[in-house]
């Protein structure tokens, strides 16, 4: 009987254990789905909703698949063509009415390429001087070395908020207003510690026989860094190439303060300039958040393998 | 690698990168210079509402008077903060828009200045709304003109009130509850009055209708609370509000979480039978596309409380004249003739106030107006113009928009919802934003 008892003993064990890997997977796959749709329930509304009428939009229950698709929002965006303003061509926008595409739908796309310049800019910038930063605090031992490294950190530590008047200041006395290098200068001032940041933990994690190798090799610090330390640190300065562009792609309050007209204007400044109290248009914002997101989506799905990798490398010293 | 780079030491790459920013920077800072050493421009900052009107009014200055305008503009949730980090950088600015609740406090700092001397601008003032004055004055001091205006209206729903055989709106508080109650019992309403009193922004607004009406004010002529005064009209508004939430419950006790937007869905879906609503919201309210109740919609007077009238709450918006620009006497005049082409006559009519009410419906402060044909017919078209009228005449400033403005409307918003759910009595709840009121002028009036 023993043996009996211990096959349904065992029988029982593996059954448990087969549903318990079941349950165990249902609500993997449950859970996943629910994320699924709470990430992706927004976006998938700002692109159904940019082609909906404002009426449709609003309508109750909302209509995720909308009934009388329209292209009008995009056709704004990229068809409108410059027109001189006066009393007879100007847009009437009755709040009530809906549908009201504003005269500045023609800037989305001029905005669009001066926040394009702008990233790019800074994510070069930053290469330029957080690399050659990050190298010399991880790699060269020299006096005030720490100090350098928490100062630069705790400049990220207040808030942006507390640094716009004294931006403003420094900005206007250069002459940069409604310049997009004032928005380079003052977004360098945001991303490079943390490009700082990140790139020292990775080029600490990098073993120092490499670097002195290479010395003995003859190579010059840059030619250390350049042959050697960039090579292995692709994943890391994806990372900081998609923060500084990210960030300065979506920066707003900067942005607001220094740029005047559209000659400087960014998306984020063009996009909010959409709203106002007495007119907005849901389905035109949305049209144009669409395409707000598409170059960061674009970047993000491109680099997607070394995100993650560079974000944590560094992260745990062994 | 080339052989330069390779050779190319600490030193040297230090040198060539502080030439290259210094390079870069003069080279910029020359540009640019150039591009705002523009000669008699006026600069006009707004937040972004009626932006191509303003285009269009800008266009026509400029043709007329041969004076350049730099107009730009910034999302009415920031505007405020970009233009104050603009006046304390000391950034260009002549003209720009100006909220009432903000005007003690920007008169205060120095960054505005009174327009009294301009006897161009001053001459408006007969014709104009007397609370939009009062609302742009400041310890005796004009401000500015009037960009746009509006006040608490008191609307019902005209066929609500025919079912529960009603056949006229009320005219007091009294008659208010009366007709709530009827309602309430034919069953077509559970809480028949909308009141939005959620602590947000709006809330004021809605106070100060039902203070005024009661007869009421929050200080006397010299700024002293008498909110707490059993016999000045808050009291006794807040008051009725309780009784109407728990006595007669024909408020919901949720009204202390409702936001105007949201109360105003509510109406708009045929849930209540009155509502207070700014009176621009009519046009919303009676249009099909956006209400069930759409041509259902009217206004009546704001219902009087005992001893009182039917007053209520009106705000405004002004342009004012920057501190710089007051400060040099061509900048001034240009300023000024830029100020009464928008808030006065623009060749001979009242043409932004008008267009700024025919494109997207937003009152305007001077009373010719409503004579305008084209006036008449857009009010008409949702709403009875003379009501508008006689009620607009009716409209009071708010007495108590000063320097500490913010932080007592905390208080005295926080005060009116714990009376409302009973954690303090009417009397206790005023007693103490009055109190808040004494501490917050003694410390900075």
Same mark, same amino acid.
């Given at each position: 009987?023993?043996?009996?008892?211990?096959?349904?003993?065992? =029988?029982?064990?593996?059954?448990?254990?087969?549903?318990?890997?079941?349950?165990?997977?249902?609500?993997?796959?449950?859970?996943?789905?629910?994320?699924?749709?709470?990430? *992706?329930?927004?976006?998938?509304?700002?692109?159904?909703?940019?082609?909906?009428? =404002?009426?449709?939009?609003? !309508?109750?229950?909302?209509?995720?698949?909308?009934?009388?698709?329209?292209?009008?929002?995009?056709?704004?965006?990229?068809? !409108?063509?410059?027109?001189?303003?006066?009393?007879?061509?100007?847009?009437?926008?009755?709040?009530?009415?809906?549908?009201?595409?504003?005269?500045?739908?023609?800037? *989305?796309?001029?905005?669009?390429?001066?926040?394009?310049?702008?990233?790019?800019?800074?994510?070069?910038?930053?290469?330029?001087?957080?690399?050659?930063?990050?190298?010399?605090?991880?790699?060269?031992?020299?006096?005030?070395?720490?100090?350098?490294?928490?100062?630069?950190?705790?400049?990220?530590?207040?808030?942006?908020?507390?640094?716009?008047?004294?931006?403003?200041?420094?900005?206007?006395?250069?002459?940069?207003?409604?310049?997009?290098?004032?928005?380079?200068?003052?977004?360098?001032?945001?991303?490079?510690?943390?490009?700082?940041?990140?790139?020292?933990?990775?080029? =600490?994690?990098?073993?120092?026989?490499?670097?002195?190798?290479?010395?003995?090799?003859?190579?010059?610090?840059?030619?250390?860094?350049?042959?050697?330390?960039?090579?292995?640190?692709?994943?890391?300065?994806?990372?900081?190439?998609?923060?500084?562009?990210?960030?300065?792609?979506?920066?707003?309050?900067?942005?607001?303060?220094?740029?005047?007209?559209?000659?400087?204007?960014?998306?984020?400044?063009?996009?909010?300039?959409?709203?106002?109290?007495?007119?907005?248009?849901?389905?035109?914002?949305?049209?144009?958040?669409?395409?707000?997101?598409?170059?960061?989506?674009?970047?993000?799905?491109?680099? =997607?393998?070394?995100?993650?990798?560079?974000?944590?490398?560094?992260?745990?010293?062994? | 690698?080339?052989?330069?780079?390779?050779?190319?030491?600490?030193?040297?790459? &230090?040198?060539?990168? #502080?030439?290259?920013?210094?390079?870069?920077?003069?080279?910029?800072?020359?540009?640019?210079?150039?591009?705002?050493?523009?000669?008699?421009?006026?600069?006009?900052?707004?937040?972004?509402?009626?932006?191509?009107?303003? @285009?269009?009014?800008?266009?026509?200055?400029?043709?007329?008077?041969?004076?350049?305008?730099?107009?730009?503009?910034?999302?009415?949730?920031?505007?405020?903060?970009?233009?104050?980090?603009?006046?304390?950088?000391?950034? %260009?600015?002549?003209?720009? /828009?100006?909220?009432?609740?903000?005007?003690?406090?920007?008169?205060?700092?120095?960054?505005?200045?009174?327009?009294?001397?301009?006897?161009?601008?001053?001459?408006?003032?007969?014709?104009?709304?007397?609370?939009?004055?009062?609302?742009?004055?400041?310890?005796?001091?004009?401000?500015?003109?009037?960009?746009?205006?509006?006040?608490?209206?008191?609307?019902?729903?005209?066929?609500?009130?025919? @079912?529960?055989?009603?056949?006229?709106?009320?005219?007091?508080?009294?008659?208010?509850?009366?007709?709530?109650?009827?309602?309430?019992?034919?069953?077509?309403?559970?809480?028949?009055?909308?009141?939005?009193? #959620?602590?947000?922004?709006?809330?004021?607004?809605?106070? #100060?209708?039902?203070?005024?009406?009661?007869?009421?004010?929050?200080?006397?002529?010299?700024?002293?609370?008498?909110?707490?005064?059993?016999?000045?009209?808050?009291?006794?508004? &807040?008051?009725?509000?309780?009784?109407?939430?728990?006595?007669? @419950?024909?408020?919901?006790?949720?009204?202390?979480?409702?936001?105007?937007?949201?109360?105003?869905?509510?109406?708009?879906?045929?849930?209540?039978?009155?509502?207070?609503?700014?009176?621009?919201?009519?046009?919303?309210?009676?249009?099909?596309?956006?209400?069930?109740?759409?041509?259902?919609?009217?206004?009546?007077?704001? %219902?009087?409380?005992?001893?009182?009238?039917?007053?209520?709450?009106?705000?405004?918006?002004?342009?004012?004249?920057?501190?710089?620009?007051?400060?040099?006497?061509?900048?001034?005049?240009?300023? #000024?003739?830029?100020?009464?082409?928008?808030?006065?006559?623009?060749?001979?009519?009242?043409?932004?106030?008008?267009?700024?009410?025919?494109?997207?419906?937003?009152?305007?402060?001077? @009373? %010719?107006?409503?004579?305008?044909?084209?006036?008449?017919?857009?009010?008409?078209?949702?709403?009875?113009?003379?009501?508008?009228?006689?009620?607009?005449?009716?409209?009071?400033?708010?007495?108590?928009?000063?320097? /500490?403005?913010?932080? /007592?409307?905390?208080?005295?918003?926080?005060?009116?919802?714990?009376?409302?759910?009973?954690?303090?009595? %009417?009397?206790?709840?005023?007693?103490?934003?009055?109190?808040?009121?004494?501490?917050?002028?003694?410390?900075?009036?």
């Amino acid at each position: 009987m023993k043996p009996t008892t211990f096959d349904a003993r065992s =029988e029982i064990y593996r059954n448990k254990s087969q549903t318990t890997a079941r349950l165990r997977n249902l609500s993997i796959f449950v859970f996943s789905i629910l994320l699924l749709a709470y990430v *992706l329930g927004p976006i998938a509304w700002l692109l159904s909703s940019s082609f909906q009428t =404002e009426a449709e939009i609003v !309508s109750v229950p909302p209509h995720w698949i909308p009934d009388e698709p329209t292209l009008k929002n995009f056709e704004a965006i990229f068809f !409108s063509e410059f027109e001189e303003v006066t009393y007879d061509t100007r847009k009437k926008a009755d709040p009530v009415s809906g549908g009201y595409i504003p005269s500045t739908a023609k800037d *989305l796309l001029p905005s669009m390429w001066n926040s394009f310049l702008v990233s790019i800019a800074v994510v070069m910038l930053n290469l330029f001087v957080g690399v050659p930063a990050a190298y010399a605090m991880a790699k060269i031992r020299f006096w005030g070395r720490d100090g350098t490294i928490y100062t630069i950190l705790t400049t990220r530590v207040i808030p942006d908020i507390a640094l716009v008047v004294p931006f403003f200041l420094v900005i206007k006395n250069l002459g940069l207003l409604d310049h997009i290098a004032s928005l380079i200068v003052t977004y360098l001032a945001v991303t490079v510690p943390f490009t700082v940041f990140i790139l020292v933990s990775f080029f =600490e994690s990098l073993p120092d026989e490499l670097d002195k190798a290479a010395r003995v090799d003859g190579c010059s610090r840059l030619q250390t860094l350049n042959k050697v330390f960039l090579p292995l640190s692709l994943p890391s300065l994806v990372a900081v190439m998609l923060f500084a562009f990210l960030t300065s792609w979506n920066e707003f309050l900067l942005a607001l303060m220094f740029t005047q007209t559209i000659a400087s204007q960014t998306l984020p400044i063009i996009v909010a300039g959409f709203t106002s109290d007495f007119t907005i248009s849901f389905s035109f914002i949305n049209a144009a958040g669409v395409i707000a997101v598409i170059p960061p989506v674009v970047l993000a799905v491109m680099f =997607e393998r070394y995100i993650v990798s560079g974000l944590t490398a560094g992260a745990v010293k062994g | 690698m080339s052989n330069q780079f390779k050779n190319l030491n600490r030193r040297d790459f &230090l040198k060539k990168t #502080a030439a290259a920013g210094a390079l870069g920077a003069l080279g910029a800072n020359g540009l640019i210079t150039q591009a705002m050493a523009a000669g008699d421009t006026v600069h006009f900052m707004a937040w972004s509402a009626a932006v191509d009107l303003v @285009k269009s009014h800008v266009a026509e200055f400029q043709k007329v008077t041969g004076i350049n305008v730099n107009y730009s503009n910034a999302p009415w949730a920031q505007y405020r903060d970009n233009l104050i980090t603009k006046f304390v950088g000391n950034a %260009p600015i002549d003209m720009m /828009w100006v909220s009432d609740a903000w005007l003690p406090e920007w008169a205060e700092a120095g960054w505005i200045k009174p327009v009294d001397k301009f006897d161009n601008l001053m001459k408006y003032n007969a014709e104009a709304e007397k609370f939009c004055n009062d609302s742009m004055t400041y310890k005796g001091s004009q401000y500015g003109l009037t960009y746009y205006t509006d006040f608490m209206a008191f609307l019902y729903d005209d066929e609500a009130l025919k @079912k529960a055989g009603i056949s006229n709106p009320p005219k007091s508080w009294d008659e208010v509850t009366e007709q709530c109650l009827k309602i309430k019992n034919a069953g077509i309403a559970e809480y028949p009055l909308m009141l939005a009193l #959620a602590q947000e922004s709006w809330l004021i607004e809605f106070l #100060a209708a039902m203070t005024y009406s009661h007869g009421g004010n929050f200080t006397d002529d010299k700024g002293n609370s008498i909110m707490q005064d059993p016999k000045e009209g808050a009291v006794r508004a &807040l008051q009725w509000v309780v009784d109407a939430v728990h006595k007669h @419950k024909i408020v919901s006790p949720a009204s202390v979480e409702i936001g105007e937007l949201t109360g105003l869905k509510a109406f708009a879906s045929g849930n209540h039978a009155f509502a207070l609503e700014p009176k621009y919201r009519m046009r919303t309210l009676n249009d099909p596309k956006q209400s069930k109740i759409a041509g259902r919609v009217k206004q009546a007077l704001m %219902p009087m409380g005992m001893d009182g009238s039917h007053a209520t709450v009106g705000w405004m918006r002004f342009h004012g004249m920057s501190a710089s620009a007051a400060a040099d006497k061509t900048r001034a005049e240009n300023t #000024a003739r830029l100020i009464e082409w928008f808030g006065g006559k623009a060749n001979g009519e009242y043409k932004f106030q008008k267009y700024l009410f025919t494109d997207i419906g937003a009152g305007f402060g001077v @009373k %010719p107006l409503f004579n305008d044909a084209d006036v008449q017919n857009a009010y008409n078209s949702y709403a009875d113009v003379n009501i508008i009228k006689e009620q607009q005449a009716l409209a009071r400033k708010k007495d108590v928009v000063t320097p /500490w403005f913010g932080e /007592w409307n905390e208080v005295h918003g926080s005060s009116w919802q714990a009376a409302i759910l009973q954690k303090a009595t %009417p009397a206790e709840a005023m007693a103490k934003a009055g109190k808040k009121w004494d501490e917050l002028k003694k410390e900075m009036g």
